[in-house]
């Protein structure tokens, strides 16, 4: 199989609902652009024009024709794809930095561990259609119930959104496997704490990431 290309300049938030990604990304916007560089900040599934559109279709609460596992996991990597090609590889070529809001991990988490689809099928999509490993993922750690609560506050759930209890412990326990297997590149933040300790946390941890590249 391919082997990924790690991309030090590409760093990703993961978590499940209600763990406050939004918040965090724009901290950890703010903290690169005074280390100095451009930051393109970005979502997944989404990204671009024709990924916002299929992100439409995954998320859309119509149950009466809802998609197969299957049927989700190549939507959202028609998403990534199209997103990796179009946002993601051309700002790394520029050498700015790439701020993704969930990435290829996210699909390990909820089409794997959530829909039961198999982990090689997904590592083997990843290999043909992402080719990257982002340099940094911060994994937004928060208890089901935590995050649920707080998600009531938004607007009306989408498809994935309105899913059990059951769905998302299944999500967070693999979110917490893929930390585990990659501890250089996971960090892993309670994110059951009030949001100005969250991003302070992930800045932190942003500065011992960019200390470490500064040393090679």
Excluded at 93 to 98: F, K, L, P, Q, T
Excluded at 113 to 120: E, I, M, N, T, W
Excluded at 200 to 216: F, T
Aim: glycine share 8%; proline share 5%.
């Amino acid at each position: 199989m391919t082997e990924l290309a790690m991309a030090p300049r590409l760093i990703t938030l993961e978590g499940g609902e209600g763990a406050g990604k939004s918040t965090v990304l724009a901290a950890l916007a703010q903290a690169l652009r005074v280390h100095g560089g451009e930051v393109v900040t970005t979502r997944e599934p989404g990204g671009t024009p024709l990924a916002e559109r299929i992100r439409e279709l995954l998320l859309h609460p119509d149950n009466a024709d809802a998609p197969t596992a299957e049927t989700e996991l190549l939507l959202m990597f028609a998403s990534r794809a199209q997103h990796v090609s179009v946002v993601v590889q051309p700002a790394l070529a520029r050498g700015d930095w790439v701020l993704s809001d969930r990435f290829t991990d996210a699909s390990f988490a909820y089409q794997g561990a959530g829909r039961g689809v198999d982990a090689a099928t997904i590592r083997q999509l990843e290999a043909r259609f992402v080719g990257l490993r982002p340099g940094l993922t911060l994994l937004l750690d928060v208890p089901v119930a935590v995050g649920r609560a707080r998600a009531q506050g938004r607007a009306a759930p989408d498809r994935i959104e309105s899913e059990a209890d059951g769905f998302f412990e299944c999500v967070r326990a693999t979110y917490r496997e893929l930390a585990a297997a990659e501890p250089r590149r996971f960090h892993v933040i309670d994110a059951s704490q009030p949001a100005e300790q969250v991003a302070a946390a992930a800045v932190a941890a942003l500065d011992r990431y960019l200390q470490r590249m500064d040393r090679g």
